[in-house]
């Protein structure tokens, strides 16, 4: 239930990608080379601080075995 | 990430070509106030500039074209009497910019035969320019819609 409740808490894109990236038990710097990135480009997604291209967000959800909507889906709330 | 020595990703390319603009529109920029110093403020002649005056010119005359072009800028669809008013801005800023220079800053007072022979040139050069920028805009964006469908 907690965990429930921490996973719902982490309602925003680059809670989400962070979530489901350490889900998959993958570093930052393991996922930027399975997207063909870098690390810091993944850090800034995770921080909200970059919005990346259609191509990068279907790498991206590929590698981590996710929908698009599952990552980058925005609620009005989120933004 | 492209296949170069440093690895680049579309985040580094991105923020290459903001810099590159900004860094390209600042040279143009600079280049703009070496001939106006050069020419105005320490009085050299036209011949000892033209260099920087053909560079600058052809770099603006080839970008704006290119930005239409690639950019695909609908200008033909603001219709004629909007490209009519901004001919007619062209030719108003050219003109009135010739006149100043010649009786402002080079201190030497036009007669009515000059005025209209500058009047003709700025006039048959603006018309080039907006010719050309309509043509390139059109091109451009004949060349999305191709890709487009």
Redesign the interface.
Known sequence: MACMTYISGMSSVNMRLRLARTEKGLSQQELADAV???R??IG?IENGK?N??L??CLRIARALDKTLDDLFWKEVDDE | MSRTPVPLDERNIDSIRKVCTVMYGLTMVLLALTVFYRQFALGQATGEFEDIAVILTSNVIVGLGALLYFGGVALPRFGPRALAAAYLAFVIVGFGFTVFKYTVLLDQPMSAGALWSSFLTVATICALFTGFYVLAAYLGVRRIEKQAR
């Open positions: 063909q990135a870098t810091q480009t800034l970059y990346p291209t191509n990068l």
